[in-house]
């Protein structure tokens, strides 16, 4: 039996009775199935390549040498560059679902849901569409598009933020009822510049409304690390003003934090981080709402342990998605967006359930 | 070091919910708000807790509070609210951990959080799902949690700490209800003054010892608690009928402290 001293001066070391829920296993877990999701990323495909031309393929890209023959060459310039990308976006389509919903207090505020991607991706398909007109297409590339995409997630957020959120409470069905017209305006939108695009602009429109990753490169990649890693590792910090979020409103302010400043900050280093995975690879959804609700589960609401895991799991499903899909029809490839909507749809479905009895 | 408002007034649209309310305390002491309902008891509570916007000034020791910072405040200021709605399944003892992140010391402390919890009796729920548990137990595992605020202030002497409870009793059985109050004035035994909403006017006489009565927005009476005794006063604040008004008039008297307990 533990003894009760409240009025004991000495140094307040652990009682029992204050067991995390993520232990070391889901941890390990977590690291080893983004290990073996890379590792399986870079192996599989149509052209065989061993474990011994990855990892030397690996070297001569950090000696910036050329690659000895054809199979380092798939890896490092196709398969390395693709994983990776899928690792970023994942990672940052994980946490930005974990934020957005941290920051809206409901685990139904996905951004793909409320229309934050739906916005990126209007924007971006109007940089596409719209530099054919504008003396812009010096400018389009790796940076424009995020930026773009980055400016209508903000947009929306900020719509929805207003719409939905009345003195600290959210109304969850005006939020989705919001996102359900942004996302219908959207598709209106894309319709729209389908009409004036050309044929080339038409395939990317159609891989924008599908969501794929079949155009990462190098420079893509560099550009995801500033508007996807950044991000990611800064809101790291934030992570005990989410988890007091989740007490109200009223009781973050009491305990400490400027709760209106860093919640619009946090908003916008989610739309950040949407926009930019929106920009690259197009609308995938249901990574923002499968993978912290899973998380949740598991290991619990801290948002400490909760943040970081979600971005090694987003990695790992959007890795393990995207390998599934270059392998499963080759050589052709199904766009990795139409996969997760496939399989993120029915567990949708099950959460409204769910939260049904309690909220809506 | 004495807590001042003066010429409080707080605004919701044409409404007046806190008409230029002007109030003084001393440090450690219980001060006990009654009053009827929509008498502007939680304004008055939000707005010393900084969560509303209101004219006037509020000082603590000559120190403007409106200009201290979020993480300033909490440090000096523990709040409990009358109701809160936790979105997540949250374990007990995470959300009394919270309880420290304005020191931003949740993991160095857990004999204080243990001690917290075992003085609002719920240690033994410390694994449960918050969500699951009893509105009564819900409001004790939120006390732990203010509580384990200014737990070392309790220890150190807390002049110049605050305590705002808003019907912190509400949903509690009463063997809970004053052993709540009873940790409340442990506290301010150490020199933080404790601000309490109350209904139950016994309950107020009982811990209480200064009491403040409002109604539509104003003070109508302050003083000891020996204030809830009289029937006319009650009859006035409470709009009782005059019989009733005497009844708990006559009851409050019992429950004032004797010089029993006061020794």
Redesign the interface.
Known sequence: MLMHRPDDHASPAAPDGFRPTASVLIWSGCVALLLCAFLVSLLSGPFPVSLADASSAITHLLSSSEPANNAQWVVAELRLPRALLAALIGAGLGVAGCITQGVFRNPLADPGLIGVSGGAALAAVSVIVLSGFLPLSALTGPVLLPLAAFAGALAVTWIIYRLGTRQGHTQVALMLLAGIAVNVVVGAATGLLTFVADDDQLRDLVFWSMGSLAHGSWPELLALLLFILLPVLLVMRSARLLNALMLGEAVAGHLGFDVQRQRRWLLAAAAMMAGAAVAVAGVIGFIGLVVPHVLRLLSGPDHRILLPLSALTGASLLLLADTLCRVIIAPAELPVGLMMALTGGPVFILLLVRQSRRWL | MSLVLSDITLRAGDQRLLDQVGLTTRPGSRVAVLGPNGAGKSSLL?CI???RVYQGRITAAGEDTGAW???????R???M?QS????????V???V???R??WGDE??????????M??SDV?HL??RDYQSLSGGEQQRVQLARVLV?LWQQR?EGGDGCYLLLDECTSSLDPAHQHAVLASARCFAASGVTVLAVMHDTALAASWADHVVLMKQGRIVREGEASLLCDAEVLEQTFDLPPALAGRYACQNGVWLPGPADKA
């Open positions: 939000s807790a900084g969560e910072s979020p993480a300033q405040r909490a440090r200021m523990a709040v609210p809160l709605q936790v979105t997540f399944p949250v374990r003892w995470e959300v951990a919270m309880g992140y304005p993991d160095s402390t857990r004999q204080w959080q243990q001690a917290a075992l003085e240690w410390r694994d605020q220890q």
